[in-house]
């Protein structure tokens, strides 16, 4: 069984890369752990299987999800309904002159919105997606950029939901280990230099940007530019606003820029307030220790409601009829039908993995023979794999952390620890960051406009050189001690790879 219980997660992936027919796939490979669960006999596979998917739809946080995404679609509709999405690009468009500049914008403002990462791609995609499109960006190019800023800006902050997560397991790991001199967040702040791999995929974004492309990207960018086709001819993007809901609302009152920015900006304090507000900020508690106990679905699912009742009210003051207004949203609902089924297929496959015992088994491969010297590379690796098989960066640090933490303590002491937190949670953000079975991967693929799998080939090269540079940086860390300057070691690499591939490029 314990051979076996890596099967589903590989036949996803690998299904969904060959065949491109995501939901197709990932069904298969649900049904495949079904199988290996039911000891073989197809019926009782049939049953695992929509056990599993039962199971995870009455999840009170994963039922509150898929509320949030309708908001976010019914939201993101009324945007563009209303207008504002046009506003923002006639705002903009004497400043924004080329797709550099039209990407760089998304990349600041991929950075700016850090304290949630699916707010992130809502917010990015829609500011940005038609900026890139009039300046021939490719879809692909673009749902890169907006994946390799969200996860990586909300686990290192300043202040995001993440953290709060993050800082409540090492606290838990702490307890364990009856460590009360040392604050949690204190170690998380020593973690992040050595958070690899989010750090430099940040980097790596502006080199690509400002660089040239490689790979699947330089092919697509290559189409884009040449014929203005924005995703290939055999793609199938998740969802499309234009498409869905045709042209923007015609009235005599010109739109305002302002039909766009309150929404966001609804839904951005909506969303610090109910993230604090959830986790007990009313009874005194600061906006971190709130952070560590916040109930995250509520608190965003309150934010994209804001979001919708503000395009609401604008789009009956723009002059759309009731029934205008109501369709706008269920055909914005509508939009995030294929993320709202590929999300259910997704964590079946997660619960899949967890009854047949796939994170425990990985790390029962690898506890035996580590050692200081490797044990961060080591624990890399193993969040690299988990996180990528799972699609949730979450889940493997929920694994990680609590077997990790009082290793590298038994090991080196507390020290140590801050290297293997890093080490963890920049696994974990590689695999959420290019599987194509993570929420955040998908979010991205939804507000950029992009063929899923088109999205997830496209940005693989440059995550694996990302996360290589990263991983000989935890192996040169037995030799240097000094994080700064393996950072700086680390730029330079990723920086002289990026250029010399780029050079290469027979697409460029």
Known sequence: MDVLSIVPPLVAVVLAIVTRRVLLSLFLSIWVGGLIAANGNPFGAVAETFTWMKDVMIDPWNAR???????????????????????????????????????????????????????NSVIVGNASKDLNARYRVSREKLAYVLDATAAPMATIGPVSD???????????????????????????????PWNFYAILSLLAVLTVILGKDFGPMAKAEKRARETG??????????????HDLGEPFESEQKASVWYFVLPLVTLIVVGVFGLWYTGGGMEGLSLMEALENTDVSVA?????????????????????????????????????LPALIIMVLAWSIGAVVDSLGTAEFVVRLTE????????????????????????TSWGTMTILTPIAVPLAFTISGVEFIPIVIGAIFAGAIFGDHISPISDTTVMASIFAGSDHIAH????????????????????????????????????????????FFGRRSFYN
């Open 65 to 119: 999800f898929l509320v949030l995404i309708a908001f976010l679609g019914a939201g993101a509709a009324l945007l563009f309904k209303t207008g504002g999405t046009e506003a923002l690009i006639k705002t903009f468009e004497k400043r924004i002159t080329n797709g550099k500049r039209s990407l760089l914008f998304a990349y600041i403002l991929g950075i700016l919105i850090f304290f949630n990462d699916y707010v």
């Open 456 to 499: 997830v080939t496209t940005q693989i090269p440059y995550a694996l050189v990302t996360a290589s540079v990263a991983g000989l940086l935890y192996i040169l860390s037995a030799f240097i001690g000094s994080v700064i300057v393996l950072l700086l070691i680390g730029i330079v690499l990723q920086t002289f790879l990026f250029r």
């Open 162 to 192: 993440w953290i709060g997560f993050q800082v409540a397991l090492i606290a838990a790991s702490f307890a364990s280990l009856s460590l009360t001199d040392v604050q949690p967040y204190a170690m998380f702040l020593q973690s992040i």
């Open 368 to 391: 035996g023979w580590m050692t200081t010297s490797l044990l961060p590379l080591l624990i890399f690796v193993i969040a690299m794999f988990i996180s990528f098989a799972t699609g």
């Open 300 to 336: 965003l699912t309150w934010a994209a409601f804001a979001m919708t009742l503000v395009g609401f009210i604008i789009g009956l003051r723009r002059g759309m009829s009731l029934k205008e207004c109501e369709e706008t949203v269920l055909a914005g609902i509508r939009t995030m």
């Open 229 to 242: 086709k924005l995703v290939d001819d055999e793609a199938v993007p998740l969802s499309s606003v234009e």
